[in-house]
């Protein structure tokens, strides 16, 4: 058994969560480089969690979380995968690397696009109609899936445009809802699009001033700080986005069009990856091999401290003519601020962390640049759970006296 640490390794205060690790999933020889859910039909009386990952030995391996075995492995790919995405309505999934091709559910590929530059596809999103959303590199590509007739097993994948508004790589590519995705880039530009006709609805570039006449040393140190304002991932619920910027996380409340809780740094390396948990939660991973559990607590103020607030502007979040570096206080009366508390960490994997999944009910499934992927489950609750079965079993075999 693993401990998720309390307060990042200190001594635990109070009742300690514990968490199990499962399995470790063997098959990959190199970097994990994607991983995403491969959910079960509806009419499939096998309801076995299902995931799929991809690795930088070109090969894509589908894995029981059950069982922690592999169910069927890909190898005829001719680069890197670098992101996975299952279309559930179309019962398809869609692999983006130096080319877009779209698998069936039996691994048989049914199309592809041509060759997309040597950078590939960094990352993949669902938007309706249909369609799809694809990071690579600056630009932003939209792609239609289509079948040759009603009811045809046949499929093809149609460009549909290209955008080109970032002025850097673009890392990060999510849906706010069902109208609208946020792209994310190398130097801190956040742009939030349409989803149904794929324009801009808003851009902010982040943190600093690029217009600020710089001499060699503080260009110097712009570029040191790049890695710090890389918008790598985010995440959206109806009340709260949550954005890794570099090695912080940054928490914006919706209503209150405001910063209501960060971690400035919150690793000590790239944050890589961010899921929203129940229960106010929120899990982070790192380049510096950690996963961290957080939680979004209520308290009356936060110790001052210089926060970047500019690249939510479009949605209201901040003050468009403060610098871009301000400094948060005591909010206003009517306010109401939370901070962000390390409730545990996940040790386990020997190098940078690139991602995870979250199942409620199946745990936690965390990948790493070490070939591992590993299960993990709540200590406590699987131990009730067993508990629970085991006096089943009891009372099933008539061996459960009550002592009456």
Same mark, same amino acid.
């Given at each position: 058994m693993l401990r998720w640490l309390i307060g990042g390794g200190r001594e635990p205060q109070g009742l300690a969560e514990t968490g199990e690790k499962i399995f470790e999933f063997h098959g990959h020889t190199q970097k994990i480089t994607a991983i995403t859910a491969f959910p079960s039909l509806d009419s499939c009386e096998d309801k076995n969690q299902l995931i799929l990952t991809a690795s930088a030995d070109r090969t894509v391996i589908i894995w029981d979380c059950d069982t922690g075995r592999q169910v069927q492995k890909v190898s005829c790919f001719h680069s890197t995968v670098k992101c996975l995405t299952v279309l559930q309505r179309l019962d398809v999934w869609l692999s983006g690397g130096s080319d877009l091709c779209v698998w069936n559910r039996e691994l048989d590929l049914l199309c592809k696009t041509s060759h997309l530059f040597d950078t590939g596809i960094s990352a993949l999103i669902e938007l309706p109609k249909n369609c799809v959303a694809a990071a690579v590199g600056?630009?932003?590509?939209?792609?239609?899936?289509?079948?040759?007739?009603?009811?045809?097993?046949?499929?093809?994948?149609?460009?549909?445009?290209?955008?080109?508004?970032?002025?850097? $790589?673009?890392?990060?590519? =999510?849906?706010? /809802?069902?109208?609208?995705?946020? @792209?994310?880039?190398?130097?801190? +530009?956040?742009?939030?699009?349409?989803?149904?006709?794929?324009?801009?609805?808003?851009?902010?570039?982040?943190?600093?001033?690029?217009?600020?006449?710089?001499?060699?040393?503080?260009?110097?140190?712009?570029?040191?700080k790049s890695n710090e304002i890389s918008i790598h991932h985010f995440t959206c619920d109806e009340e709260?986005?949550?954005?890794?910027?570099?090695?912080?996380?940054?928490v914006y409340n919706l209503q209150m069009k405001r910063v209501i809780a960060f971690q400035k740094t919150a690793h000590d390396s790239t944050i890589l990856h961010i899921a929203k948990l129940p229960n106010r939660q929120l899990i982070s991973c790192s380049e510096d091999g950690s996963v961290r559990i957080w939680e979004l607590r209520e308290k009356q103020q936060l110790t001052a401290e210089p926060v970047p607030t500019g690249?939510? $502007?479009?949605?209201?979040? =901040?003050?468009? /003519?403060?610098?871009?570096?301000? @400094?948060?206080?005591?909010?206003? +009366?009517?306010?109401?601020?939370?901070?962000?508390?390390?409730?545990?960490?996940?040790?386990?994997?020997?190098?940078?962390?690139?991602?995870?999944?979250?199942?409620?009910?199946?745990?936690?499934?965390?990948?790493?640049?070490?070939?591992?992927?590993?299960?993990?489950?709540?200590?406590?609750?699987?131990?009730?759970?067993?508990?629970?079965?085991?006096?089943?079993?009891?009372?099933?075999?008539?061996?459960?006296?009550?002592?009456?």
């Amino acid at each position: 058994m693993l401990r998720w640490l309390i307060g990042g390794g200190r001594e635990p205060q109070g009742l300690a969560e514990t968490g199990e690790k499962i399995f470790e999933f063997h098959g990959h020889t190199q970097k994990i480089t994607a991983i995403t859910a491969f959910p079960s039909l509806d009419s499939c009386e096998d309801k076995n969690q299902l995931i799929l990952t991809a690795s930088a030995d070109r090969t894509v391996i589908i894995w029981d979380c059950d069982t922690g075995r592999q169910v069927q492995k890909v190898s005829c790919f001719h680069s890197t995968v670098k992101c996975l995405t299952v279309l559930q309505r179309l019962d398809v999934w869609l692999s983006g690397g130096s080319d877009l091709c779209v698998w069936n559910r039996e691994l048989d590929l049914l199309c592809k696009t041509s060759h997309l530059f040597d950078t590939g596809i960094s990352a993949l999103i669902e938007l309706p109609k249909n369609c799809v959303a694809a990071a690579v590199g600056k630009e932003l590509i939209i792609f239609r899936l289509v079948s040759s007739t009603e009811g045809s097993v046949d499929w093809d994948v149609i460009e549909v445009k290209r955008i080109l508004d970032h002025q850097d $790589n673009i890392l990060s590519l =999510g849906n706010i /809802n069902d109208l609208s995705f946020v @792209t994310g880039s190398h130097i801190g +530009e956040l742009i939030v699009w349409d989803a149904l006709d794929w324009t801009m609805q808003a851009y902010e570039r982040s943190f600093w001033d690029p217009s600020l006449q710089l001499d060699t040393q503080q260009e110097i140190k712009l570029c040191h700080k790049s890695n710090e304002i890389s918008i790598h991932h985010f995440t959206c619920d109806e009340e709260y986005l949550f954005a890794a910027v570099g090695r912080g996380l940054y928490v914006y409340n919706l209503q209150m069009k405001r910063v209501i809780a960060f971690q400035k740094t919150a690793h000590d390396s790239t944050i890589l990856h961010i899921a929203k948990l129940p229960n106010r939660q929120l899990i982070s991973c790192s380049e510096d091999g950690s996963v961290r559990i957080w939680e979004l607590r209520e308290k009356q103020q936060l110790t001052a401290e210089p926060v970047p607030t500019g690249f939510f $502007n479009m949605w209201g979040f =901040g003050r468009v /003519n403060k610098p871009a570096n301000q @400094t948060i206080k005591k909010p206003q +009366e009517n306010g109401t601020v939370c901070s962000l508390e390390l409730i545990g960490d996940l040790i386990g994997h020997s190098s940078s962390i690139e991602m995870f999944l979250y199942f409620e009910d199946h745990g936690l499934v965390t990948c790493s640049a070490d070939h591992l992927i590993i299960l993990w489950k709540n200590g406590e609750r699987e131990s009730g759970l067993r508990s629970l079965r085991l006096f089943q079993k009891l009372e099933d075999d008539g061996d459960l006296n009550l002592g009456f």
